[in-house]
């Protein structure tokens, strides 16, 4: 089956490359003309734009920034949107608050198309490596026309019910991640201003009950102080907001959310917003010198 796949940024890129690498027909786009030249590259179409995408294939992936770029590509609100998913089905793969998927499932139902939601669990390393987790909810009917599609990005593919749980699931996992960098950055931190061996740090830690795919890709960075992004802290800071806002709407205490919310929210203040989520060191760095950030006082 031909699939479009619109968004081609940090997970977007190579999600889309093992694609269009499988074999199938792929159309593809993105806003920014510069990021569509290695999917032209690999084999794919290139689109002029959305309704040229939506136009050529039944399903139509999107690994979009957040609700407002998937609002903006399919035209929500504007006659744009029932010309480009009637009879298709829509599948939304990047993270959104789950009230934001239910409000857009009933939208795309009811201009005649079919709903999928499919956010993945993985960075831009398991995104090239085709080894991310999805998570789906929707239809019986139309999780199984998507769920081949997604075999050449992702190793597994949990069905979670209907919408949200997929997103619900989603970011219950991010929770985990979340608290997990910070608290392998906060023990780095430790490590290293107590004059500690950081490279023996790392063995100890690799060597030990702890280590893990997260610790093995993250402590590295930590030593080198390489934040080339592989998860922006803008977007961990997003997610964050996203957990707690679901936390509070439930009534679920998530302590350890709270104070990694206001970290994130310090390392964007700090001027870090675009590097990988390992950049959180700053943040602790800065607590530690006794450092003022302008973070607002409810952490952003
Ligand atoms: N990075 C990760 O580790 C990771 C892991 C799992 C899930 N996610 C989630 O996946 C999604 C994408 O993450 P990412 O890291 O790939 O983010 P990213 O690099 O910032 O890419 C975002 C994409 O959204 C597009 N976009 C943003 N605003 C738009 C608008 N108004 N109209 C049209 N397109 C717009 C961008 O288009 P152009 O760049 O072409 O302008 C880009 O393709 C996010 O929801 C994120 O939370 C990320």
Not at 77 to 106: C, I, K, N
Not at 214 to 243: E, G, H, T, Y
Request: hydrophobic content about 50%; some cysteine.
């Amino acid at each position: 089956m031909d699939v479009g796949f619109i968004g081609l940024g940090v997970m977007g890129r190579p999600m889309a490359l093992r694609l269009a690498g499988s074999g199938r027909k792929v159309t593809v786009w993105s806003r920014t003309a510069a990021k569509r030249a290695p999917l032209r590259a690999a084999g794919a179409h290139v689109a002029a734009g959305p309704d040229e995408v939506f136009r050529e294939a039944p399903v139509v992936l999107l690994m979009l920034a957040d609700g407002d770029a998937v609002d903006a590509v399919l035209g929500r609100g504007t006659p744009d949107f029932a010309a480009r998913v009637a009879g298709r089905t829509v599948v939304p793969m990047g993270t959104t608050s789950p009230a934001y998927s239910q409000g857009l499932e009933a939208d795309v139902r009811a201009a005649g198309g079919r709903y999928v939601e499919a956010p993945v669990s993985g960075s831009r390393v398991p995104a090239e490596a085709g080894r991310l987790v999805a998570m789906v909810a929707g239809e019986e009917e139309a999780v199984t026309q998507v769920r081949p599609l997604l075999e050449p990005m992702c190793h597994e593919t949990f069905v979670c019910g209907r919408v949200p749980d997929a997103l619900l699931m989603k970011l219950a996992v991010n929770l985990f991640l979340i608290t997990t960098v910070t608290g392998l950055a906060e023990s780095f931190h430790f490590a290293e201003r107590h004059g500690l061996d950081t490279r023996r740090f790392l063995d100890v830690l690799d060597a030990g009950p702890m280590a893990s795919g997260v610790s093995r890709m993250k402590a590295p960075k930590l030593l080198a102080r390489d934040f080339d992004v592989q998860a922006a802290v803008r977007d961990v800071l997003m997610n964050n907001r996203l957990i707690a806002d679901a936390a509070r709407a439930s009534g679920v205490a998530s302590p350890l959310l709270d104070v990694c919310h206001a970290l994130f929210a310090d390392t964007v203040a700090l001027g870090h917003g675009a590097a990988d989520m390992a950049a959180v060191l700053h943040a602790l760095e800065a607590r530690t010198e006794g450092v003022a950030t302008d973070r607002p006082a409810h952490g952003g």
